[in-house]
Each structure stands twice: as C-alpha cells, then as structure tokens.
C-alpha cells in the first residue's frame, strides 16, 4: 500500500538528494538535466514495507497517544504507517479530537471511519481493502471489539487502559480510583481479548495519586503514561517478539459506569474526606451536588 502523505523530513532529504540551490534566483535550473534516481522510483514498494495499523479511539486523551504515533510514524526508519482510524460517532457539526488529529496529520477522509457499531460487517470490508493489517490499537475508544474485527490484525489489538491491572477492569477505573482515594495508579498496556480488559499484560506504570488531583487531569497522565509505554514496546510488538503475562484472576476488581443518581452528596451519612474523593472524582463528567442545612440547635 502506497504511502498517504510525505513528511517534511523526507521532503528535505529529497532536496538534498536533487541538490537544488533555492538561493539562486533560477531555482529549476539545477533540475534541467535531472533525472529521479531509481531509490525514489520504489518509494511505492518500500511504503508497502511498513506495518500498517489501525487506531480506534474518541477523546481528547486518545488523540493524544494518536498524534505520538503519527510522529513516530514520520521519523526517519519508522516502519509503521497509521492506515485508518476508527472513531465514535460525535454530534455532526462537530469532528472528534481524534478525528481532528487524524485529518491534521493528512490521513484521507476515506481511511477514517465513524461507526455506530463497531459490529457493523460493513465496516471489515474497506479495512480489509487497505492491505494486510499488522495491528491495531485501542485508547478510551468506549467499545467492545468483535471476534470479527479482533481476527485482522495479525499481531492483535493492544489497548491502554488506566489502572493496574487485574486491578478495576471496566468502564470507570479513573473515577473508582479517585472516589476510593487511592494514592497509587497507573496505566496498563494489555492485549484485547473478547472479555473485558482480560487479555494479557505487556507493560505496566505506576502513576502517584496527589490527593488534590482530579480525574481528567489524571485522566491525562495515565493515557501519557500509556502512550510512552505503548511507543517503548511497539517495536518488539511488530517484530513478533512481544511477551506478556496473563492476569491473576484471583485479583480481579471491577468498575461500574458513572450514574447520575451518584452526583448527590450526603453530608449527614459521609464524612468530608469521602465527599472531596467524590467531587474529584465526577470532575468533567457531572459535578458532584450537595446542600449545606443549618439548623439552630438552641430551640
């Protein structure tokens, strides 16, 4: 598969190869007699080279790990390229962060997919369309994957997930963790298997909880806590020599999803400690309410 764009760095190493002087008020003159070389007549065949893959995610933290893999993607003897990316559907007026960070890094309209289902067979056609697949990678995109879909890579999907697993698997580990008051976290860099966050580990970083902070600003560290994990391992990953571990089951915690009958705070039955865990903790999804009653105790 052809390459989608050239980066600026291979356009400067091209100018240093035509060895145009750009000074001289007759730039072209030093073409006039040039012919490509044959290494620039197979840039086709050494794009084909490159391990495509697939990125699926939504928000601002996924688009984040998104915009450090298209760096490192650009940098001199990269071997990977980003194929398509996958986002969950956003009201229509607006793009995604990560479908913006994709279209910023000139990824073409027709390789960004925004599905209502990730189930969708229609979907598996086009990604089969654009060559063999070597991964895919997954960052709060908010969805289980198909056995269907779970099938093309031919090194798996690896996801980022923001705790220490087989510590709070599911929906809310950010805000569970926060509500519990835990001091330490972190991210995990596990591979996706049809049970949720059950797949095996490949790497792990611990992240200290400052008892102030809030969840999307640890929302924040834990996904760039994941992203350089992810950047630290890719290389092994897509040369087949990636090792992980499987979870002890019998360590398994899980997260519920955040409801809005939670926001209330009761301050007759929780103490104060248990009222700021929970007020950081529904930061940026709904603010925690409460209602102070003074009474006059003297009657």
């Given at each position: 598969m052809?390459?989608y ?6 356009c400067?190493?091209i100018a240093?190869?035509f ?14 007699h040039?012919?490509?070389p044959?290494?620039?007549s197979?840039v086709?065949d050494h794009a084909?080279e490159?391990?495509?893959i697939i ?20 940098s001199?003897?990269?071997?990977f390229?980003i194929?398509a990316?996958i986002s969950r559907p956003?009201?229509?007026?607006h793009?995604s ?7 910023d890094?000139?990824l073409?309209?027709s390789?960004l997919f925004?599905?209502?289902?990730i ?7 086009p990604?089969?369309d ?9 960052a ?5 994957l198909?056995?269907a879909?779970l099938?093309l ?8 997930h ?10 809310a ?6 509500e519990s ?13 049809l049970?949720?966050d059950?797949?095996p580990?490949l790497?792990?970083a611990s992240v ?6 809030q969840?999307p600003?640890?929302?924040?560290r834990?996904?760039r ?6 950047r630290?391992?890719l290389?092994e990953?897509?040369?087949g ?7 002890d089951?019998?360590?398994v915690t ?10 209330g705070l ?10 700021h865990n929970k007020?950081?903790?529904l930061r ?5 309410r409460?209602?102070f ?5 003297r009657a």
């Amino acid at each position: 598969m052809a390459s989608y764009g050239t980066s600026v760095y291979k356009c400067k190493q091209i100018a240093k190869t035509f060895k145009c002087n750009t000074n001289t008020s007759r730039p072209l003159e030093g073409l006039r007699h040039f012919s490509f070389p044959r290494s620039f007549s197979n840039v086709s065949d050494h794009a084909k080279e490159k391990h495509n893959i697939i990125f699926l995610g939504t928000p601002t933290f996924a688009a984040d790990v998104l915009r450090d893999l298209f760096e490192d993607s650009l940098s001199p003897g990269s071997n990977f390229q980003i194929s398509a990316v996958i986002s969950r559907p956003t009201n229509k007026a607006h793009l995604s962060p990560v479908e913006r960070v994709a279209l910023d890094y000139g990824l073409p309209r027709s390789r960004l997919f925004c599905p209502t289902s990730i189930t969708e067979t229609s979907l598996l056609a086009p990604l089969r369309d654009l060559g063999p697949c070597s991964l895919a990678i997954t960052a709060a995109y908010g969805a289980l994957l198909p056995n269907a879909f779970l099938a093309l890579p031919k090194y798996g999907t690896l996801n980022i997930h923001p705790s220490l697993l087989p510590k709070l698997r599911g929906a809310a580990p950010v805000q569970r963790s926060l509500e519990s008051g835990s001091r330490i976290t972190g991210a995990s860099l596990v591979q996706t298997v049809l049970k949720c966050d059950a797949g095996p580990v490949l790497a792990q970083a611990s992240v200290t909880v400052d008892p102030e902070v809030q969840a999307p600003e640890l929302t924040d560290r834990l996904f760039r806590a994941g992203s350089r994990l992810l950047r630290q391992h890719l290389p092994e990953v897509l040369a087949g020599r990636a090792k992980a571990w499987p979870q002890d089951e019998q360590a398994v915690t899980f997260t519920k999803k955040l409801a809005k009958e939670e926001c209330g705070l009761d301050f007759g039955r929780t103490s104060a400690w248990e009222c700021h865990n929970k007020v950081r903790a529904l930061r940026g999804w709904r603010e925690a309410r409460g209602r102070f009653v003074l009474l006059d105790m003297r009657a």
